[in-house]
């Protein structure tokens, strides 16, 4: 079945030090798609990455990098050197080529950047 | 830039009122979600259309019915609003298959 987990309710660090949020998928499929998304305290969702499952390749983007594991069918996102703008809800979210489009989102982790 | 619009930003409905939320996208995208989103739920599908006048029942459609008429635009329906659609809402549109998705801004319903 088609699921995404966020272990992490709820994390808070202070300014500059560095976080990791964590995100497990389950998928019966080989072909698929991760994502994260950061909703700020506006409320409207934002797209931060997209990653298919052959592309097991670390991204890193500014601040940002995310770490794909199919091994242990992870996605995990850290920031590095936190900031008080980085505070949000991030989602990790999933969807499955062989399906009709579907696209699954973890309950998310609220993420408190501390100044 | 991608643009999807939701007509109201909060809304307050009695029980047993017929609501509709209204989404738009201006970007021709042949996807449109709806999800709603609660505390330590996270975000769940309530109904999805990939094409007009088609739709598809997500995880959670009981109590909601959904409209495209127009490919830009997606409504939601609350036949008879219960306190327990309270909640809020997110619309979102989709380019294609497995393409990320842009969100509007939400619609906090209120039913009292």
Same mark, same amino acid.
């Given at each position: 079945a088609q699921k995404v987990t966020q272990a992490q309710t709820e994390i808070s660090v202070v300014e500059k030090e560095d976080v990791t949020l964590d995100c497990v998928y389950e998928t019966r499929d080989t072909t698929y798609y991760l994502f994260w998304y950061k909703q700020p305290p506006s409320g409207e969702l934002v797209f931060l990455i997209r990653r298919n499952? &052959?592309?097991?390749q670390n991204e890193i983007s500014g601040r940002y990098s995310w770490n794909f594991q199919k091994s242990t069918s992870s996605f995990n996102f850290t920031i590095t050197a936190s900031q008080v703008v980085d505070s949000a809800v991030y989602f990790c979210a999933l969807s499955e080529a062989n399906r009709d489009d579907k696209i699954i989102f973890g309950k998310g982790t609220r993420l408190h950047i501390l100044p | 830039d991608v643009k999807v619009t939701q007509s109201s930003r909060y809304l307050v409905k009695r029980t047993g009122e017929k609501v509709f939320l209204e989404c738009v996208q201006d970007m021709d995208h042949e996807n449109m979600f709806w999800y709603r989103q609660d505390p330590g739920l996270g975000l769940r599908l309530i109904y999805f259309s990939y094409d007009v006048k088609m739709k598809e029942k997500g995880d959670i459609p009981e109590g909601y019915s959904?409209?495209? %008429? !127009? !490919? %830009?635009? &997606?409504?939601?329906i609350l036949e008879s609003a219960s306190t327990n659609q309270t909640s809020m809402y997110l619309c979102a549109s989709t380019l294609g298959v497995n393409t990320e998705a842009f969100f509007g801004q939400g619609t906090r319903l209120t039913v009292v």
């Open positions: 499952s &052959f592309d097991e | 959904v409209s495209r %008429e !127009k !490919k %830009e635009r &997606f409504s939601l």
